[in-house]
């Protein structure tokens, strides 16, 4: 069964990178069917997609958030990784990763991140 | 990149039902049969609830039922049971170079 486990620093300072990584297990990155993603929930608010990657390599971004970040892909481990440059406050959230497709989403436990000096 | 729009909240008594509407546009909920739900309780990440509209995901209880019309997907929870209380996102494919379409949310409250 395939699982998806996030990591990284849960405390960021303002202006700086938050790099996040996300481990899939249970089964390969490199599948064709799927994208990986990262989603993110503000405390309180709704769930904002950040951007996602094709095993390939290719990658989307929401519009809003396209300047700041760098979603990267690393087969050989299993892994895919977020970078979110210039964070602020409005930046604190529960980062999630996850798996999908036109169909569902399947998704990490997630990680919640604090931006603050 | 807009949000479907959901009701901020919901409510009924056990035992009761409730739907939960999702408006989107002619290039997501309506024009796709892709729309899926997902229920998420504090502190935990969304569970996928329903997907292609009506269909159900192993184990979950066919309480939960999801319809479309037109541009406007909905989720009916029957016979509403205390854990049924959480929050309610749906997301609809929206074309290969829209990915990630969220609703705004739907507090179910079990009075």
């Known amino acids: 069964q395939l699982q998806l486990q996030e990591s990284g620093p849960g405390l960021v300072k303002p202006s700086e990178t938050l790099s996040l990584t996300c481990t899939v297990s249970?089964?390969?990155?490199?599948?064709?069917?799927?994208?990986w993603g990262w989603i993110r929930q503000p405390p309180g608010k709704g769930l904002e997609w950040i951007g996602s990657i094709f095993y390939s390599g290719n990658t989307y971004y929401n519009p809003s958030l396209k300047s700041r970040v760098t979603i990267s892909i690393d087969t050989s481990k299993n892994q895919f990784s977020l970078k979110l440059s210039s964070v602020t406050a409005a930046d604190t959230a529960v980062y999630y990763c996850?798996?999908?497709?036109?169909?569902?989403?399947?998704w990490g436990q997630g990680t919640l991140v604090t931006v603050s000096s | 990149q807009s949000a479907l729009t959901q009701p901020p909240s919901a409510s009924g008594s056990p035992g009761q039902s409730v739907t939960i509407s999702c408006t989107g546009t002619?290039?997501?909920?309506?024009?796709?049969?892709?729309v899926s739900w997902y229920q998420q309780h504090p502190g935990k990440a969304p569970k996928l609830m329903i997907y292609?509209?009506?269909k159900r995901p192993s184990g979950v209880p066919d309480r939960f039922s999801g319809s479309k019309s037109g541009n406007t997907a909905s989720l009916t929870v029957s016979g509403l049971q205390a854990e049924d209380e959480a929050d309610y996102y749906c997301s609809s494919y929206a074309g290969s170079n829209n990915l990630g379409v969220f609703g705004t949310g739907t507090k179910v409250t079990v009075l």
């Open positions: 292609e509209v009506s």
């Open positions: 002619s290039s997501d909920v309506g024009g796709y049969n892709y």
């Open positions: 249970g089964g390969s990155i490199s599948s064709s069917s799927y994208y």
């Open positions: 996850a798996r999908h497709n036109h169909v569902s989403y399947l």
